[in-house]
């Protein structure tokens, strides 16, 4: 969160959490507490989202907040402009009441009557917004600074519980924007596996658990029909469907009718003593209603294999022992000797490293642990730096291309690829087909089968492929500007077919040994979580983006080498969750002169002139987009080539992808990122 926006005072308060006593009996006599965000100057949590919003917006230079809302949002909105000293707008409709209207008109705000509904009332205040460029549009719940807001919510729970996390945090629903906000909160506390979210809505009101019906696919309600009008949208924000197909944590729906909300309001101001309206009602009468023991009940029974120390096993012992550092809120059981450092458990910073994910590289990481739970994990770069883009300028074009090799060196040929695309580029010459296609079937096979400790046994077979074709099993500098260093060699193409034909049969054995093993499963599946939008925010190519759900392969997006010619699917997965996805022309005759073969030497030893220019060229590389930007001053050598390695973007999300999990699984995604560090490095 940008800290620039609490250089002010907050405009929400703290409210306090207290314990049910009441609300025992209806859950086993579990401990059930409440977040009295009645306490808010404007009787709402709404605040905190919105206010915080309507500071950034003054921060970024707009002198008007313009909002549509009839209940707690326009209120909101109305006493945080109030507070920051700017004029307000509040687009109401018919149906708002004329106590509200005048609420917000004492806390200076102007109030325009619009529509009869909540989206005639927000397409009206866009118009007004438009009209000003000073003026900001405050959504009334879909935007990240308002989740941001709702998010401190759950600070305050952990810091009131002593980090003791809770089962379960229950809510109504509207627009999703609250459930957004406990989402990033509960997430930022290393929550997520074990307090899950149970989203209340209304029969009439339940756009949510439609959507969540449908898998997470957003279900518009054209036509609501509850009292409860607080809850009453058409459809949710796409980040809580976002974050319930993430599952980080478990967002829970159930529903109940307006007539249970209305008991619940009731029964409420019996046991504690003060009213609360119908939107709170909603979450309330999960409890009398039996909806929250049964979760509680049944979470038991599931989580028995994932068994944690909770605070009541403390209690139940005479050992002196502490479950997390005081500095962390953590504290327990009252039975701690805080003197007695032996029982004090501190964050652990340890050395992961140097290994080697690949054949040779160098990996270190740098974690923070919290037990075994891994608080940060920083990947330092560059044990295996030789300099090799500076190296390139001393080089002709020939001498250059055996770099390419040192780079991925698992997938050789495709780096040769790339840089003899984009010299055939900067030359205006084209391949011959045979050459494209031979360049084509090289450059994919060798590497994008690597990974599989399984087809080790396929992999020989085929790196005597590349040996028979190149001469080398490494290092081979087959492909070259202009075509390949050869042709194939005669019966090669026959022994190819034949290894083909019999691969389809070892792929469903691979199938049946390990992707479908119960263990192998376990130790993958919700493990390492990287969402379709974090995919792209982290520069993701290749089979990390395609994993996410996102199709894109450029050899269908921007064809090379003949790929137009080929009809071929590009596989994705339904959404990238986790770590558990399969990592499934002849050469012109040498004339016999003597004049052409002291030609010859003397282009091969002062190389040939390329003209000036610049172009960036890409290939899709066995680990993703492998990129090279080539500039030539017109000289033999070139003045810049600029390397895009796929790895160092995945390498980078590292720290996103294992934060929170088992140090055990960080082994298993950085199997996932297949870094090899001669491309990451360079």
Same mark, same amino acid.
């Given at each position: 969160?940008?800290?620039?926006?609490?250089?002010?005072?907050?405009?929400?308060?703290?409210?306090?959490?207290?314990?049910?006593?009441e609300?025992?009996?209806?859950?086993?006599?579990?401990?059930?507490?409440?977040?009295?965000?009645?306490?808010?100057?404007?009787?709402?949590?709404?605040?905190?989202?919105?206010?915080?919003?309507?500071?950034?917006?003054?921060?970024?230079?707009?002198?008007?907040?313009?909002?549509?809302?009839?209940?707690?949002?326009?209120?909101?909105?109305?006493?945080?402009?109030?507070?920051?000293?700017?004029?307000?707008t509040?687009?109401?409709?018919?149906?708002?009441?004329?106590?509200?209207?005048?609420?917000?008109?004492?806390?200076?705000?102007?109030?325009?009557?619009?529509?009869?509904?909540?989206?005639?009332?927000?397409?009206?205040?866009?118009?007004?917004?438009?009209?000003?460029?000073?003026?900001f549009?405050?959504h009334?719940?879909?935007?990240?600074?308002?989740?941001?807001?709702?998010?401190?919510?759950?600070?305050?729970?952990?810091?009131?519980?002593?980090?003791?996390?809770?089962?379960?945090?229950v809510?109504?629903?509207?627009?999703?924007?609250?459930?957004?906000?406990?989402?990033?909160?509960i997430?930022?506390?290393?929550? #997520? @596996?074990?307090t !899950?979210?149970?989203?209340? +809505?209304?029969? =009439? &009101?339940? $756009?949510? *658990?439609?959507?969540?019906?449908?898998?997470?696919?957003?279900?518009?309600m054209?036509?609501?029909?509850?009292?409860?009008?607080?809850?009453?949208?058409?459809?949710?924000?796409?980040?809580?469907?976002?974050?319930?197909?993430?599952?980080?944590?478990?967002?829970?729906?159930?529903?109940?009718?307006?007539?249970?909300?209305?008991?619940?309001?009731?029964?409420?101001?019996?046991?504690?003593?003060?009213?609360?309206?119908?939107?709170?009602?909603?979450?309330?009468?999960?409890?009398?209603?039996?909806?929250?023991?049964?979760?509680?009940?049944n979470?038991?029974?599931?989580?028995?294999?994932?068994?944690?120390?909770?605070?009541?096993?403390?209690?139940?012992? #005479? @050992?002196k022992? !502490?479950?997390?550092?005081? +500095?962390?809120? =953590? &504290?327990? $059981?009252? *039975?701690?000797?805080?003197?007695?450092?032996?029982?004090?458990?501190?964050?652990?910073?340890?050395?992961?490293?140097?290994?080697?994910?690949?054949?040779?590289?160098?990996?270190?990481?740098?974690?923070?642990?919290?037990?075994?739970?891994?608080?940060?994990?920083?990947?330092?770069?560059?044990?295996?730096?030789?300099?090799?883009?500076?190296?390139?300028?001393?080089?002709?074009?020939?001498?250059?291309?055996?770099y390419?090799?040192?780079?991925?060196?698992?997938?050789?040929m495709?780096?040769e690829?790339?840089?003899?695309?984009?010299?055939?580029?900067?030359?205006?010459?084209?391949?011959?087909?045979?050459?494209?296609?031979?360049?084509?079937?090289?450059?994919?096979?060798?590497?994008?089968?690597?990974?599989?400790?399984?087809?080790?046994?396929?992999?020989?077979?085929?790196?005597e492929?590349?040996?028979?074709?190149?001469?080398?099993?490494?290092?081979?500098?087959?492909?070259?500007?202009?075509?390949?260093?050869?042709?194939?060699?005669?019966?090669?193409?026959?022994?190819?077919?034949?290894?083909?034909?019999?691969?389809v049969?070892?792929?469903?054995?691979?199938?049946?040994?390990?992707?479908?093993?119960?263990?192998?499963?376990?130790?993958?599946?919700?493990?390492?979580?990287?969402?379709?939008?974090?995919?792209?925010?982290?520069?993701?190519?290749?089979v990390?983006?395609?994993?996410?759900?996102?199709?894109?392969?450029?050899?269908?997006?921007?064809?090379?080498?003949?790929?137009?010619?080929?009809?071929?699917?590009?596989?994705?997965?339904?959404?990238?969750?986790?770590?558990?996805?399969?990592?499934?022309?002849?050469?012109?005759?040498?004339?016999?002169?003597?004049?052409?073969l002291?030609?010859?030497?003397?282009?091969?030893?002062?190389?040939?002139?390329?003209?000036?220019?610049?172009?960036?060229?890409?290939?899709?590389?066995?680990?993703?987009?492998?990129?090279?930007?080539?500039?030539?001053?017109?000289?033999?050598?070139?003045?810049?080539?600029?390397?895009?390695?796929?790895?160092?973007?995945?390498?980078?999300?590292?720290?996103?992808?294992?934060?929170?999990?088992?140090?055990?699984?960080?082994?298993?995604?950085?199997?996932?990122?297949?870094?090899?560090?001669?491309?990451?490095?360079?």
């Amino acid at each position: 969160m940008d800290s620039s926006l609490y250089e002010i005072d907050p405009i929400y308060v703290r409210t306090p959490l207290i314990e049910s006593i009441e609300f025992k009996k209806y859950c086993s006599s579990r401990q059930v507490y409440l977040k009295l965000e009645n306490c808010q100057p404007t009787g709402s949590v709404k605040l905190r989202g919105l206010s915080l919003l309507c500071k950034k917006a003054i921060e970024e230079g707009y002198k008007e907040i313009v909002c549509a809302s009839g209940n707690n949002a326009g209120l909101s909105v109305a006493y945080a402009c109030n507070k920051l000293g700017v004029s307000c707008t509040v687009v109401v409709n018919r149906k708002s009441s004329n106590k509200t209207c005048d609420t917000i008109r004492s806390l200076g705000a102007t109030v325009h009557v619009y529509g009869d509904d909540w989206e005639e009332s927000i397409e009206q205040a866009k118009k007004l917004a438009s009209q000003s460029r000073t003026a900001f549009l405050v959504h009334s719940y879909d935007h990240s600074t308002i989740w941001e807001g709702h998010s401190t919510l759950v600070d305050e729970i952990a810091a009131d519980l002593k980090g003791i996390a809770p089962s379960l945090i229950v809510t109504s629903c509207g627009g999703g924007g609250l459930i957004s906000g406990l989402v990033q909160g509960i997430r930022r506390h290393f929550w #997520d @596996k074990r307090t !899950k979210i149970l989203a209340m +809505e209304t029969e =009439g &009101t339940h $756009s949510l *658990n439609l959507s969540i019906q449908e898998g997470g696919r957003s279900v518009r309600m054209e036509k609501k029909s509850s009292i409860v009008d607080s809850l009453a949208m058409n459809e949710v924000c796409d980040q809580v469907l976002r974050n319930f197909k993430e599952n980080r944590p478990s967002i829970l729906s159930r529903l109940v009718t307006d007539q249970d909300a209305i008991e619940a309001c009731l029964r409420f101001a019996d046991d504690h003593h003060f009213l609360v309206d119908l939107g709170c009602a909603t979450s309330i009468s999960s409890v009398y209603k039996g909806i929250v023991d049964r979760i509680l009940t049944n979470n038991e029974e599931e989580s028995a294999s994932k068994w944690y120390p909770d605070y009541k096993y403390f209690e139940g012992t #005479d @050992k002196k022992v !502490k479950f997390i550092e005081e +500095e962390l809120d =953590g &504290t327990i $059981s009252p *039975n701690v000797n805080v003197a007695v450092p032996l029982t004090r458990y501190r964050n652990v910073v340890i050395n992961f490293g140097p290994q080697h994910p690949a054949a040779h590289g160098v990996l270190r990481l740098i974690l923070e642990l919290r037990g075994e739970y891994v608080v940060r994990a920083d990947p330092h770069i560059g044990l295996l730096h030789r300099g090799t883009e500076k190296l390139m300028e001393y080089k002709t074009y020939t001498q250059a291309l055996p770099y390419m090799d040192r780079l991925d060196y698992v997938s050789m040929m495709a780096n040769e690829q790339c840089y003899s695309l984009a010299l055939e580029k900067l030359l205006n010459i084209r391949a011959p087909k045979r050459a494209q296609y031979i360049r084509g079937c090289g450059a994919l096979d060798i590497g994008a089968l690597t990974p599989f400790f399984w087809l080790f046994e396929e992999r020989e077979k085929l790196m005597e492929f590349y040996e028979r074709v190149s001469g080398a099993r490494m290092h081979a500098a087959y492909v070259r500007p202009g075509g390949v260093s050869q042709d194939l060699p005669i019966g090669l193409m026959d022994d190819i077919y034949q290894w083909a034909n019999n691969f389809v049969q070892r792929i469903d054995e691979i199938e049946d040994l390990l992707t479908e093993n119960r263990i192998w499963k376990s130790r993958t599946i919700d493990i390492g979580v990287v969402s379709a939008e974090d995919a792209l925010n982290f520069g993701f190519s290749g089979v990390m983006l395609r994993g996410s759900g996102i199709k894109w392969d450029l050899r269908k997006t921007q064809p090379y080498d003949s790929y137009e010619d080929f009809d071929f699917d590009i596989p994705i997965g339904e959404i990238k969750v986790d770590d558990n996805k399969i990592v499934p022309p002849k050469r012109a005759e040498m004339k016999s002169s003597m004049e052409a073969l002291i030609h010859h030497f003397k282009l091969f030893t002062e190389g040939y002139q390329v003209p000036a220019g610049s172009t960036y060229t890409a290939v899709e590389a066995p680990k993703g987009e492998f990129g090279l930007y080539m500039v030539s001053d017109g000289s033999s050598r070139p003045y810049r080539c600029k390397i895009k390695a796929p790895g160092f973007a995945h390498l980078a999300a590292l720290d996103h992808i294992g934060r929170g999990l088992f140090l055990a699984d960080i082994v298993a995604i950085i199997g996932t990122l297949d870094v090899v560090f001669g491309e990451v490095d360079r």
